[in-house]
């Protein structure tokens, strides 16, 4: 079946621009998260939805950060007034919450080069 | 709150040799553990976990313990091949699953 999609794959703006990135989940995923992954970094954790509860939004780095899931499916990652240091790929990953330790399964990601 | 660490990469190893990776975590409760493999130009994939202290995980010839007394997951393999050059990354979910830095791992032939 289809995996995890993420839109745009590549995405390169000017600093001071908002840009919106994309996740299509895993059908009957109600878990996602999203994640930054940079040089040196490492995967850096940022939101995570978890069915209808309120997200846990306590790794995003900034108040220009944002996340939002619609119908409980695709989700959208906005970053206003971007900045250099926010160059990175950013992943996102779905996994089955009603087995305990279903895996993650990720993205291809978004690689955002602000300039 | 919590977190995982790793030992920094790269790690160059020849064919055949043995691997440890090394991998500790903080937690406030009991986490399950994880590692996770990016081949290169691949997304992110799971490789093995566990899910209590003392579990053993295992895949492709990895395994990794779950040591609760020293709060460790290292990550072990007999005898490597140049199709495990990677990055590998130690995980625990809590609630929301945080991973470590990674360890770029290449595998000469």
């Known amino acids: 079946g289809a995996g995890v999609s993420q839109s745009p794959s590549n995405k390169v703006t000017e600093k001071g621009k908002d840009v919106e990135l994309r996740c299509d989940p895993i059908s009957g995923h109600t878990a996602l998260y999203w994640y930054r992954q940079s040089l040196g970094q490492g995967l850096e954790f940022l939101i995570y939805f978890q069915g209808n509860s309120a997200p846990d939004k306590s790794g995003l780095p900034s108040d220009r950060f944002s996340a939002e899931r619609t119908g409980g499916s695709v989700s959208t990652l906005t970053i206003q007034r971007t900045q250099q240091e926010d160059s990175a790929v950013y992943l996102c990953?779905?996994?089955?919450?009603?087995?305990?330790?279903?895996?993650?399964?990720f993205g291809n990601g978004t690689r955002l080069t602000v300039t | 709150g919590d977190s995982v660490t790793q030992m920094e990469g790269p790690v160059t190893l020849s064919e055949e040799a043995f691997l440890t990776i090394n991998c500790t975590y903080t937690?406030?409760?009991?986490?399950?553990l994880f590692w996770y493999v990016q081949y290169p130009g691949e997304g992110l994939q799971l490789l093995l976990k566990a899910t209590k202290a003392d579990d053993k995980g295992s895949n492709k010839g990895f395994e990794a313990t779950y040591r609760k007394e020293t709060t460790s997951f290292h990550l072990e393999k007999g005898s490597v091949q140049v199709s495990d050059s990677a990055v590998y990354f130690c995980?625990?979910?809590?609630?929301?699953?945080?991973f470590g830095k990674g360890t770029r791992l290449h595998i000469l032939p």
């Open positions: 990953a779905s996994r089955r919450e009603d087995f305990y330790n279903s895996p993650l399964h």
């Open positions: 995980a625990l979910r809590d609630d929301k699953i945080i």
């Open positions: 937690a406030t409760g009991y986490p399950s």
